[in-house]
């Protein structure tokens, strides 16, 4: 699994239906709050992920720092996969 | 004797201020204006007033101006909020005539000479609007008394400088600004919509107070910017406020202290938990609060019953002991009272009520659909989204309606009302009455 790829397509798609503009490029260290994708974006986007992959990281591991940039938000979603395929 | 917001705030002029930018207005410079305000708007004696937000220094004014002096205050964004009644004034007033067939009425020097002298001071009504709402507003009244009774003094609240993420005219930020003026706190208004840059500002002013949704406290998380304030003061309120939440500010703020607040625009104040667990302590059933008394009814609803204002409109809910059904579901799981949702089927998308069967009505408008079931799906970002599953005509291409149906939302409901997700049915299961099934894992 590709979960760079995953959210990137999921970011698309949530930004295709909430008529947000996604910047280009995003890059790792993207801020999450100026990639395009308003607050209603980013909970559609963890609730996409949630439908893509069948996890959601922020419900299941105990997340002390919330992710910032595209890398950690990125990085949160592996730490999860691993967890869930180890 | 009425007590009014004048009076209140009369007693901590000395140390409540209002920062914005480039200015710090005292409560004492607002409380220099009161009595020329009076002056020019005798009209206004005894009337109703939709008192328009403009900036946080006005509309404070305004309101410590008119409580006691008018009979009804109806608090507005700037651009009002749907369509007032025939009588209600404006204020700020319109400096141009309106065009015939404005419902605001303009004050005319005869009315202003037909007042007579000797006012006495009024038990002004507050109507706040409920939230999410678009076009026929909700509004729910309260007494100055019931708005101010879980205020807090001390020389620690005294000290706070309050940033407030709220609208000041919605009940929850009117909440944050009574208490931080009538504390003898400070209040900052930010001057950017930004949130990076409204959270530097924050830090510029050294804000040591915040009250916001759990939603808007993740969004805050993720700035990464929270650790540039001295936080000591962290308010939680709107939503359900989970553990996991709770925890992450903890550990962030281990010295801060942490309240999630139970509260609704109907009912007025409710209540404060301050132990860092979500819930609330099960002994509050049986003991009480101060101020209220709680119960869970049959239908696993919290009842309060308090001694302040309760909105007429909301007789039918009281029952004969005087308990308010809440609509809240609660779960006593050990020796905590857990939050489980509405039971009204109300979906809360970040602090924002959401009535399924309004946005039921909007798709229903769309050709090819034949049926409709709006609910809500949990979200960890946002508390719950919203989602829809639809019946369409068997000829009808499903995209298209998707897309239609979207279009139709657009024009009527407000973003966060728009199911984020509609779902291809075949049939949508009814209750033998005939009516929807609602399945609402936020309640």
Known sequence: MNIVQAVRSAMVEVAQISDCHLIEPIVADTLLLQCGLDSLGYAMLVGQLEEDLGFDPFTELAIQIYPSTFAEFVAVYQQCYEQHWA | MVSTFLAQLDKRANTANIIMQNQVVGAEEVIEKIAAIRRQTLHLYAQQVAVRYTNLTDFVTALVAFDGWCEALYLCPADGIGELDS?????????????????????????????GKGYSLIATRWYLASSGTTGAPKWFSHSFASLTRGVKHSPRMQSLRWGSLYQPYRFAGLQVLLQALLSGASIVEPWSEDLLTKMQQYALCEVSAISATPS?????????????????????????????LLDILHLTFPQGRIRHIYASTEAGVGFVVADNY??????????????????IDDNQHLRIKSSTHIDPT???????????????????????????????????VGGNNIHPEKVETVILQVP????????????????????????????????????????????????????????QQEKIDMSPSGKLTRINENG
């Open chain 2, 87 to 115: 009588g209600i004034y404006s204020w700020p007033e319109p400096y141009v005539e309106q065009e015939t067939g404005d419902k605001t009425r303009l004050f005319n020097t005869e009315q202003k000479q037909a007042m």
């Open chain 2, 216 to 244: 808007m406290w993740r969004q805050l998380l993720r700035t990464h910017m929270l650790n540039h304030l001295p936080l000591i003061n962290i308010t939680l309120g709107g939503e359900i406020a989970d553990q996991a």
């Open chain 2, 278 to 295: 979500a819930g609330f302590p099960a002994c509050w059933l049986t003991q009480g609060i101060p101020g209220a008394a709680l119960m």
């Open chain 2, 314 to 348: 909301l007789a039918h809910r009281i029952d004969v002991n005087g308990y308010l059904d809440t609509q809240d579901r609660i779960q006593i799981s050990g020796d905590r009272v857990l939050f489980m949702g509405r039971a009204s089927g109300v979906i809360n």
């Open chain 2, 368 to 423: 090819q659909v034949q049926h409709v079931r709006v609910f809500g799906k949990n979200n960890s970002v946002m508390g719950a989204l919203v989602m829809a599953d639809v019946v369409v005509n068997d000829d009808a291409d499903w995209a298209t309606v998707v897309a239609n149906i979207r279009q139709q939302c657009k024009t009527q409901l407000q973003h966060f009302e728009i199911p984020v997700k509609f779902y």
